[in-house]
T-cell receptor
Framework: SQKIEQNSEALNIQEGKTATLTCNYTNYSPAYLQWYRQDPGRGPVFLLLIRENEKEKRKERLKVTFDTTLKQSLFHITASQPADSATYLCALDSDYKLSFGAGTTVTVRA | NAGVTQTPKFQVLKTGQSMTLQCAQDMNHNSMYWYRQDPGMGLRLIYYSASEGTTDKGEVPNGYNVSRLNKREFSLRLESAAPSQTSVYFC???????????FGDGTRLSIL
């Protein structure tokens, strides 16, 4: 069956450190993968999209990698700040629709 | 610049009651989507509309119906609400298949 797995545990890190989130998938062949941020009580907000022929994508302090052989995406937040505290969702292209992981909650301590 | 607007924000229903959740977008997007989000689970697609005039089932369509009223509006109807439909419902829109989705802030629905 198809499965998308994100870090099972919440991530607690010190301000200034790098947070690394994983997204592993099974029985998908996504043409692209997206990452979203969700704050409590709000809808998800798009952050980055990476296509299957791209190894890495960057946006400001964010970096995403996509390894179709390992069936894995890594999401990095460098120089983390308390304002980066949120839940981060990965989403895979699945037959013209998006399938979402359950998310990883990140807390950045000042 | 409202983006995606969902109404109502909160609702409590009794089992068996019906309800329509409203969604409107002002970005001239072709595609619109309805998801539900339950604790510990990812967003699950209920229905989507790839373009005005078309609707298709997603992963969890049972117990729901949708209407793409025009390009801006996409509504979700619960004909006979059940406690299992207690959830947070999100509407989203996008300009195309591989484009970012823009989400509303959700409708929190409790069914007693």
């Amino acid at each position: 069956s198809q499965k998308i797995e994100q870090n099972s545990e919440a991530l607690n890190i010190q301000e200034g450190k790098t947070a690394t989130l994983t997204c592993n998938y099974t029985n998908y062949s996504p043409a692209y993968l997206q990452w979203y941020r969700q704050d409590p009580g709000r809808g998800p907000v798009f952050l980055l999209l990476i296509r299957e022929n791209e190894k890495e994508k960057r946006k400001e302090r964010l970096k995403v990698t996509f390894d179709t052989t390992l069936k894995q995406s890594l999401f990095h937040i460098t120089a983390s700040q308390p304002a980066d505290s949120a839940t981060y969702l990965c989403a895979l292209d699945s037959d013209y629709k998006l399938s979402f992981g359950a998310g990883t909650t990140v807390t950045v301590r000042a | 610049n409202a983006g995606v607007t969902q109404t109502p924000k909160f609702q409590v229903l009794k089992t068996g009651q019906s309800m329509t959740l409203q969604c409107a977008q002002d970005m001239n997007h072709n595609s619109m989507y309805w998801y539900r989000q339950d604790p510990g689970m990812g967003l699950r697609l209920i229905y989507y509309s790839a373009s005005e005039g078309t609707t298709d089932k997603g992963e969890v369509p049972n117990g729901y119906n949708v209407s793409r009223l025009n390009k801006r509006e996409f509504s979700l109807r619960l004909e006979s609400a059940a406690p299992s439909q207690t959830s947070v419902y999100f509407c989203a829109s996008s300009s195309g298949r591989d484009q970012p989705q823009h989400f509303g802030d959700g409708t929190r629905l409790s069914i007693l």
